[in-house]
């Protein structure tokens, strides 16, 4: 069974601030997504990532796959408080495309 | 016009009572799921449906059933609730089967509390 570790669980920063986020599998990934959830929502699909090695940006997020396809981070430049949410990375299994999601990194961006 | 919509959005029950939760996408999308969150935002796969053919079923509880009217409509039903059974509930839709890029959209959630 496929374990993804996410890390760290919690983070408080002020805004401005840039933060990195961490998403760690026990296997290879079929292919990674990182999605955002507020408070009373469901998930929302930031990026999906295919390729060892590739980078995506989506304004002030980077996305940032490993060449073993093991791992993964998302970095937040200038955090605002809009930024705020729960962080979930995800393997999207090909076939009957099953999301297996780590457990999340909550993040509370203070004005 | 909402994407995936599911109703209720909070329901409050006593334990062994029977509840349903419906979800409905107009996405066009033919693959349909059910996730459950727990209290530590674990979201864990319930059940998952391809043109009302049931495809995942991730050892739940037979007190459990999914049915699935049609590929736009995906609803839960809950037998004999549990205090266990406690969470939310969320709705999901996606494109296409085997599409790596494809991603899920999901609904709002339902928060389901049994007291």
């Known amino acids: 069974t496929q374990l993804l570790e996410q890390s760290p669980q919690f983070l408080s920063i002020q805004e401005g601030e840039n933060l990195t986020v961490y998403c760690n599998s026990s296997?290879?990934?079929?292919?990674l997504q990182w999605y955002r959830q507020e408070p009373g929502e469901g998930p929302v699909l930031l990026v999906t990532?295919?390729?060892?090695?590739e980078v995506k940006k989506l304004k002030r997020l980077t996305f940032q796959f490993g060449d073993a396809r093991k791992d993964s981070s998302l970095h937040i430049t200038a955090a605002q408080p809009g930024d705020t949410g729960l962080y979930l990375c995800?393997?999207?299994?090909?076939?009957?495309?099953?999301?297996?999601f780590g457990i999340g990194t909550k993040l509370q961006v203070i004005p | 016009d909402t994407a995936v919509s599911q109703t209720p959005k909070y329901l409050v029950t006593q334990m062994g009572n029977d509840k349903s939760i419906k979800c409905e996408q107009n996405?066009?999308?033919?693959?349909m799921y059910w996730y459950k969150q727990d209290s530590k935002k674990f979201l864990k796969i319930m059940f998952s449906?391809?043109?009302?053919?049931?495809?995942i079923n991730e050892t739940v509880p037979n007190r459990f059933s999914p049915k699935s009217p049609d590929k736009a409509h995906l609803n839960l039903h809950i037998n004999s609730l549990e205090l266990g059974d406690s969470a939310v509930y969320f709705c999901?839709?996606?494109?296409?089967?085997?599409?790596?890029?494809?991603?899920?959209?999901f609904g709002s959630g339902t928060r389901l509390t049994v007291v």
């Open positions: 296997s290879v990934f079929s292919s």
């Open positions: 995800a393997d999207k299994s090909v076939g009957y495309q099953k999301v297996t």
């Open positions: 996405l066009g999308h033919d693959t």
């Open positions: 449906y391809n043109n009302k053919e049931l495809i």
């Open positions: 999901a839709s996606s494109q296409s089967r085997e599409a790596r890029n494809y991603g899920y959209t």
């Open positions: 990532v295919v390729t060892g090695g």
